[in-house]
Each structure stands twice: as C-alpha cells, then as structure tokens.
C-alpha cells in the first residue's frame, strides 16, 4: 500500500491539527486524559498491538507493542503534553507558508502524528515488526513520571529509541546539556521604607546575589556556539504588597544549564558558594549532561533521503532522551525543520514533515526487515 505523497502530507496535517486543538497542558488533566484516548483509538486498531496504560503520580502514559513483544528493537517515543498559554483559545492551528502554526505544533504534536502515522503503516504493512511505541505527558514538566518511570521503574528497554523532540532534519543530536532548576529564598526583616536602618532587606539581598551568580556565570563564556554553562534569573518574588514597606522574605527561581564535563553537583556547589551564606536553595530539577550515541545507519538514511550531510549537533535544552540515554541505549533525536518554539508563533515546516516521515519509515526498514532495499 503505497500513499502518494499528496495524501500522506494530507494525512500527517489533519492528524497535527487534530492534537493542537486539544490544550493537553499540566493545567488541563481533563484534556491530556482526551487526548490519550484520541491516540489509543490510532493505536487501537491496528492488529496484534497491546496498549498498556501507565500511571505514576498522576501522570498517565502509554506503551504500544506488538504481541509477545517485551523488547522492541526500535521505540518511537513521543509526549503529548504542551506548555501552558494562559487562553485556551490559543489552541489552534493554521496553515501559511508551507507550514502548521499553533501551539505544540513543532513541540511535539507534529512529530507525534508522524509516529502514529508510521507506526500503524509499519505494523499494517508486516506482521511481528519488533516496533514498539511510548507516550508520555509530563517532558515539558521534567518526564519524571512518564520516560524516566518507564525506563527505571517499569523496566521498559529496548535496542534504540527514537525522539524526535530536538535537532532539525539534517542534524542529529549527540550531547545534550544538564539542567538545574532551583528555588532561591531569603529571610529578613520587615520595617517602614522610610527608616531602612531598622529592617534587613531580603529582597535587596536576593537581587545581589543574583547579579553576582550573572557577573559569574558572563565569566564562563567560552565558544561561539553557546557550549558553555548558562545561568538565568526566571522570577523574583515577594509577598510584600506595600511600597513603603521593607519586606521580609523574597524568593526567586533560577534555570541553570551545563555542558559535560561539568556535572549536577559541582554546578550546585558553584552556585550555592557563588550565593553565599543566608540563602536557601531548592533543587527542584536536576539532570546530568547527557551524550546520545545515535545509530550510524541512520546518519546515512537521513544523507540518502534528503540528499545532504547530516551533521552531529548539540541541545541546549534538555529532552527525555536523558533518561534513555543515561542507560547506554543509542538515541535518535532530529525532527522536520521547526521555529519559535513555546511561543504562540510555533511553527512546524510541512514538507520536512514528510521527508522526516521518509527517512523514519526507510531507516525503520533497514533496521527492522531483513534485506530491505
Ligand atoms: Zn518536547
């Protein structure tokens, strides 16, 4: 069953424009859970799949695999989850310039339709394909409970894992950097503005040290291409309400992203010297830089299919690929070609959709078929 390229364009956008209009964020539970079941019933139908639901501290996901299967060879995996726009009405699509425009839609509800759609052509097309398929719905809020549950707690392996949630078409990810996320507070002493000797200000305080973490982390600039550690201040925070009032406590949070060879505990141990006495901190996500070791065959398919070299790249942000990656499991990270991501302009380019679609469906052939051409 050969589609033609018209029809498989057709059928990767409606699928797209299917998932953006459901608002699958953090803050609507009711809607991640609706847009599991628009997925199951792809998944479904498709003969000799099991799908097996999963939930870890309320977060639901999914496995897909064929009958008998523990193992796949290869695992696609995807999230359906999205970041939150602050209206609802946001969740829409459109089409202009050769592209899909919406929220998620480059992140990742475009290349999750690519999965469904390759995934149920694979498996309708041959019997017993050690194919598996996984989707999660917390990596915009860290995959605590979805890839990393699966892969430490449940036990899921497999030889390879796909992501496409990172790279670009001819660029494939093969070190990713870590994250620290941290929660900064500071206790002081209330007093009238007007006699500032009488108070102890935590808020001047926490501005202080941040521009002395700012002053720091400028002095570890290195390369052009940004590989260096990266400290931004996210939020400031007081519960004062008065502006004559000196207030007495102030808290503020921190993004903080670093290549190997530096690791999550120098990092906090820089930070926390950097900051110095009377500040707390909070780890609220932390993640060791991770290096990928992508399958060589599918540096060659994506240079065969789309006619270029495929380069070897790095991510500043983090995926879900850590916590396969952390395992030894090679992962594949590129994805069609994407812009403005998290941001209401999110745009996902549709021709790479099908070509990536292409490289996908080839690269899965020669992997999984013996012999294929
Ligand atoms: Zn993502």
């Known amino acids: ?10 059928r990767l956008v409606a699928l797209t424009r299917d998932l953006i209009l459901i608002p699958s964020d953090a803050s609507h ?9 628009f997925i199951i019933n792809h998944v479904e139908s498709i ?25 796949p060879k290869v695992l696609l995996c995807g999230h359906l ?3 939150t ?11 202009a310039d050769g592209r899909i425009y919406g929220p998620g839609s480059a992140d990742m509800k ?4 690519i999965l469904l759609e390759i995934f149920r052509n694979l498996h309708t097309q041959y019997e017993n394909l050690p194919l598996g398929l996984v989707i999660t719905s917390d990596e915009e809020r860290g995959g605590e409970s979805g890839i990393r549950f699966l892969f430490d707690e449940i036990g899921l392996r497999c030889d390879v894992a796909m992501i496409p949630d990172g790279g670009s078409l001819n660029e494939i990810i093969v070190e990713e950097k870590g994250i620290l996320h941290l929660k900064i507070q500071c206790h002081g002493h209330s007093a009238h503005a007007a006699r500032p000797w009488l108070g102890n200000n935590p808020l001047e305080r926490l501005v202080d040290a941040a521009s002395r973490l700012r002053n720091n982390f ?34 503020g949070t921190l993004d903080i992203r670093f290549p190997a060879p530096y690791n999550v505990n120098e990092m906090l141990n820089h930070v926390c010297k950097i900051l110095g006495e009377g500040i707390d901190i909070h780890t609220l996500i932390s993640a060791e830089p991770t290096r990928l070791s992508p399958d060589s065959l599918y540096l060659s398919v994506t240079e065969e299919i789309t006619g270029k070299p495929a380069n070897l790249g790095k991510e500043d942000g983090g995926s879900d690929a850590r916590f396969v990656g952390r395992l030894n499991i090679p992962v594949i990270v590129s994805r069609p070609i994407v812009g403005e991501l998290h941001s209401e302009r999110e745009w996902i380019d549709i021709s790479t959709m099908e070509t990536f679609y292409c490289i996908y469906e080839l690269y899965l052939k020669r992997k999984l078929l013996k012999r294929e051409k």
């Open 1 to 10: 069953m050969i589609q033609s390229s018209k029809d498989l364009q057709r």
């Open 29 to 37: 539970p009711e809607d991640i859970t609706r847009c599991f079941e």
């Open 47 to 71: 003969d000799n799949i099991t799908v097996k639901k999963y939930c870890h501290c309320d977060v639901p996901s999914l496995v897909a695999l064929p009958k008998n299967v523990r193992k």
């Open 81 to 83: 989850d999205v970041i």
């Open 85 to 95: 726009h602050s209206d609802v009405q946001r969740y829409r699509s459109h089409i």
């Open 110 to 113: 475009g290349p999750l339709a």
């Open 218 to 251: 400028e002095s570890l600039k290195q390369d052009e291409d940004h590989w260096y550690p990266t400290c931004v201040l996210t939020n400031i925070r007081t519960p004062n309400q008065s502006i004559n009032r000196i207030p007495s406590e102030a808290e």
